[in-house]
């Protein structure tokens, strides 16, 4: 019986080796034509991925995600080494057929990694896997293969692309759009406005951008195609920057924070006294530290992503406190403020920081036809969450109003303390995922020795840290510092660089209304970048001298 089993087995085989083979030889001049444009495709979707950073799509895709609820902790061996991964969050690629890159693996490959191509990102990962007849035979076969050929299933669905929006664009931003409105006046909120129309529509320059050739799927990704290796560095550089200066506004955020809540702390060190602001930002520092020693930070995107009901939370307390409470409803406001204009043009600039972000979520989405939808949405919550607190804290707190408007709460009511210790948390869970893409690329640089590397990352990311610690206690200005940031950087990411690109890579199908529109907001992002950029400049040396 044995016998027999085998024999009509081996016959089953032997049939259908014959059948393929037959087919083999019948679509021989085909098959070699298809493997030639898929090795020139292969080729040339390469190239988008082994310049430096290598490591942005990863870095960025934990920085920003909300972890998909469908992943089990106590799952199959698969799902646990996925876990570990840099790319456990639901920001992942469409399909990826290929293991996924553990954070411990070196980001510069050995030049015998080279010679293997599947271990390369490419525009197939994007596509769905052709149906193997002989797989679906042999069930070795397709049990060995099984990692290889099939799609991960975990794919960014339509609500997690709008959380992973929501989180990135509704930062520590929506702490200073009162701020904004006193600095402009109540028409300065056509500012915001106007900004988030602008953004929007470069966020969909961006997608047309990456739909225009395989295998893009970054920002740098974008600036490569656009300007070569040259702009791919550039942007990379910019975006980094951004990065680093967020890390900056955290610390001062910490240190302002808590200097309200214990203002009389003070700290006598060999002669040296350090007051509750400077005492709580080097206190803050030296707690985010270990966090940033992490090599797997995939529990901490799932605090992180904990960030948009923080966002909620720290709203609903403003209300409360001056619906609920009734505290200070009396200031009308100043209609426009033209001496401080500018820096309100650099607050709300910093609100639509998200561009870094929207191509990871695109190429993400299970229906990337619906991105227009997510932005959408995204831009229409965060816009009303900016102008609502932007009404309610000018309103409450007038001229008085503080860079963070958890400064001017009362501190004695429940609502207060509420708002004012969820600002102070939140910090401590994205610091660590908002300084990691920046560590994470100059980690490239590092020899190969595995040793030499964790001690030289190591290194980096504790200078790092420490650098935004000596910055933030330089430039102890929130408001100012989150200006100088929207003017100078975000204009660059969100308005100038997203129309450039466009121009450039669609150059040929570009209509003139596309092309007069983009070079309208090149103009306005140009003017509010160097009004934005004196304005703040000015205005922090001005507090530094006095």
Not at 56 to 85: A, E, H, M
Not at 229 to 248: M, N
Not at 283 to 311: C, E, F, K, N
Not at 401 to 422: H, R
Request: hydrophobic share 40%; net charge negative.
């Amino acid at each position: 019986m044995k016998n027999s089993v085998s024999e009509q087995s081996f016959y089953i085989e032997s049939e259908e080796e014959e059948d393929e083979r037959d087919g083999e030889n019948r679509n021989e001049s085909d098959s070699d034509e298809s493997l030639a444009d898929d090795n020139r495709q292969q080729s040339k979707t390469g190239s988008y991925n082994t310049s430096w950073p290598q490591s942005y799509r990863q870095s960025i895709d934990l920085y920003s995600s909300v972890p998909s609820p469908s992943i089990n902790f106590l799952g199959t061996p698969t799902l646990s080494r996925f876990g570990s991964s840099f790319l456990s969050s639901s920001l992942t690629r469409r399909h990826t057929p290929e293991s996924l890159p553990s954070i411990i693996k070196p980001l510069i490959p050995k030049p015998e990694d080279d010679y293997l191509p599947h271990q390369r990102p490419s525009s197939h990962s994007l596509l769905p896997p052709i149906p193997s007849r002989k797989h679906s035979v042999r069930k070795d076969d397709k049990s060995s293969h099984i990692s290889h050929e099939l799609p991960i299933s975990r794919q960014s669905s339509f609500g997690q692309a709008v959380l992973n929006g929501i989180n990135v664009l509704c930062g520590v931003g929506i702490l200073s759009t009162s701020y904004a409105a006193k600095e402009g006046g109540w028409v300065g909120l056509s500012i915001l406005l106007i900004f988030a129309i602008l953004s929007f529509y470069t966020g969909m320059l961006l997608r047309s951008c990456l739909d225009s050739e395989p295998g893009l799927e970054t920002y740098p990704d974008i600036g490569q195609a656009a300007f070569g290796t040259t702009g791919r560095v550039v942007i990379s550089i910019i975006l980094y920057v951004e990065l680093y200066a967020c890390c900056v506004e955290y610390i001062i955020l910490e240190g302002d924070n808590l200097s309200s809540l214990f203002p009389n702390a003070h700290l006598s060190l060999i002669g040296l006294e350090l007051n509750a602001h400077h005492l709580f930002a080097i206190l803050a520092t030296l707690a985010v530290l270990p966090t940033v020693w992490l090599r797997d930070m995939s529990i901490l995107s799932y605090i992180s992503a904990g960030g948009v009901i923080a966002s909620v939370l720290v709203v609903i307390c403003l209300f409360w406190v001056g619906l609920v409470d009734k505290v200070n409803m009396h200031s009308s406001g100043q209609v426009v403020n033209i001496g401080t204009f500018p820096v309100a043009i650099g607050l709300y600039g910093y609100c639509y920081s998200g561009h870094a972000v929207f191509p990871n979520i695109y190429t993400s989405m299970a229906q990337p036809n619906r991105f227009p939808a997510v932005l959408l949405v995204c831009f229409a919550i965060c816009t009303v969450m900016y102008a609502s607190v932007a009404y309610m804290g000018y309103t409450m707190f007038g001229e008085s109003i503080e860079s963070q408007f958890t400064l001017n709460m009362p501190k004695d009511l429940l609502a207060s303390k509420i708002a004012l210790w969820t600002t102070v948390v939140n910090p401590f869970t994205k610091y660590a995922l908002t300084i990691s893409p920046v560590a994470m690329s100059l980690e490239e640089l590092i020899p190969s020795n595995h040793l030499k590397s964790h001690i030289y990352a190591i290194c980096i990311r504790t200078g790092l840290v420490i650098s935004t610690l000596i910055v933030g206690l330089s430039i102890p200005f929130f408001g100012l510092v989150m200006s100088l940031i929207g003017s100078l950087l975000t204009m660059l990411v969100t308005l100038i660089l997203p129309c450039a690109c466009f121009l450039s890579i669609l150059r040929s199908k570009v209509t003139i209304f596309q092309g007069i529109l983009c070079i309208m907001i090149i103009v306005v992002g140009v003017i509010s970048s160097a009004i934005g950029s004196y304005s703040a400049i000015s205005r922090i040396i001005e507090s530094l001298c006095t």
